[in-house]
């Protein structure tokens, strides 16, 4: 029984795990588009102000 609900433990554990390391590559994702996106303005405004 206790080996039992140790593995259940652990299961629920690897899987919260699993689904964080997807919410950051989500939100790393994110970032980096949105940096690439302010670079690309920045680079923009600067080419034509110049």
């Given amino acids: 029984m206790s080996a039992n609900t140790s593995y259940s433990q652990d299961h629920c554990r690897t899987e919260i ?3 964080h390391e997807v919410d950051a590559a ?3 994702d994110w970032l ?3 940096h690439q996106s302010q670079v690309l303005t920045r680079r923009t405004v600067i080419e034509a102000t110049f």
């Fill in 17 to 19: 795990s699993a689904q």
């Fill in 26 to 28: 989500i939100v790393w």
């Fill in 32 to 34: 980096s588009a949105v």
